[in-house]
């Protein structure tokens, strides 16, 4: 039988009995794809919690800002005679209950609350910020671990060539057909050798790929969908592909200019977390400037009198008062507390300029890397791999009739099977780079927050 006919044939019984080896090996796996990895991960993502309840205590906090400070009840005895201590022999003697408010200065109280309402609302894109984050990397690491189970796949079907290539060229040499040579034998069982390492390497990148997958998709909490161990789910399935916004995908064919990226890069979640730390900020300056302002307290008292020893009645008395603070001693210190508000607040623009910096560089970057992988992809799919393949089987078919050289026949089968590894990892790579790109183009949307008034 033909060498090439023989391979063929024992290709396919290899690669059923694979699949049944792939599929005995895991009981009842999970086929999890993409997509449901992502809605796992953001779903049980225990960060999303404690920032809801961040959210929740600024909110609580804004409406105790608004709230008056209570009022102080105080209770004395006045002008007590320490020579007999009577209440009714001196006429001044009096049981007094006053009672006093405080008003804090300006219109504090509504910017105080209404500076902590804009940080709460800084909550919700930090959380949208988030889950874009997730998507980015639980996409890498499923990537990972789909390139590194593909890659094991592909490996145990040309382990089958290579073992079949193997036993030829052993019965060859034992029956003296050919030019087949000692060397020939050891290279062939080298090669498989090699194989087996590459196999090794493979199962420790999808295992660790999978542990860290699983970190993301684990349900620690009773109601969550998740799994308990990486052996519940398995990759095996076409590559998926990752849907950009109508603006991302006109990215990848042609760059826009820098001001372009700019204006829409400005409704990342991120970006607008700055912009409502710097609103807070803003108030924070106005609150400041609230001290310049007097602060305002009234009280009330009422004074208890006896009647004298002779059993005439004395009249109680009744006061009222009004205090004010003066502000003349202290204005250099809220000078400085105004300037140190309004530098803060102009640090948090530079904040928000560097980031949108940052982002635009990485974008254009990511950018040119994805436009570079997807020519790879192309050259490799139209061009490469066909010509290895082709000079895979026609090396094997002039040894085969003893007019070419074993060694030949390896380096040719090895390059056509690193080709396709390498395409493996291309595509998983030209992903990840998309899935990257697609985080730039998260749109944050601000949560409606109630009005504390219209103070800005």
Known sequence: ?????????????????????????????????LDQ???????NDPWQGGNQLREQALLAQSAAADTLPDPVLSMGMLNLPTNGYALDQEPMTQIKLSVSQMFPRGDSRTIARRQLELLAGQQPLLGQDRRAQVKV????????????????????????????????????????????????VVRAQLEIARLQDRLTLLYEQKDTALAKLMAWLWADEPGQQGFESEGQITLNGP????????????????????????????????????????????????????????QWAVNAGYAYRQDDQLGRSRADFLSLGVSVSMPIFSTKRQDNDVRASRLTTESLKTDQRL??????????????????????????????????????????????????????????????????????????????????????????????????????
Not at 359 to 388: C, F, G, V
């Open 137 to 184: 990397t639980v996409s890498t690491l499923w990537l990972d671990a789909y390139a590194a189970d593909k890659s094991i796949r592909l490996l145990a079907q040309e382990r089958g060539l290579f073992e079949q290539l193997a036993d030829f060229v052993q019965t060859s040499y034992s029956s003296a057909q050919g030019k087949t040579r000692q060397q020939d």
């Open 239 to 294: 590559l998926p592909d990752i849907k950009l916004p109508q603006a991302a995908s006109g990215l990848l064919t042609s760059l826009l200019n820098p001001q372009q990226l700019a204006n829409l890069l400005t409704t990342h979640p991120a970006v607008q977390a700055i912009q409502q730390r710097i609103q807070a900020g803003h108030s924070s300056v106005k609150l400041a400037e609230q001290k310049y302002s007097p």
């Open 37 to 43: 990895a992502i809605q796992i991960a953001q779903h």
């Open 355 to 456: 980031l949108l910096r940052n982002m635009l560089a990485q974008l254009t970057a990511l950018t040119y890397q994805y436009q570079r992988m997807d020519q790879r992809a192309e050259l490799y799919a139209n061009s490469i791999l066909p010509q290895m393949h082709q000079q895979a089987e026609a090396s094997l078919s002039a040894y085969t009739h003893d007019d070419g050289d074993f060694d030949e026949v390896m380096r040719a089968r090895i390059a056509e099977f690193n080709g396709r590894m390498e395409q493996v990892t291309i595509l998983a790579n030209r992903l990840k780079i998309k899935a990257q790109i697609g985080y730039f183009f998260s749109t944050g949307t601000l949560k409606p927050q109630a009005s504390a008034g219209a103070v800005e």
């Open 1 to 33: 039988m033909n060498i090439t006919k023989l391979i063929a044939k024992n290709t396919v019984r290899f690669t059923l009995l694979s699949g049944l080896w792939w599929s005995g090996n895991i009981s009842a796996p999970f086929a999890l794809t």
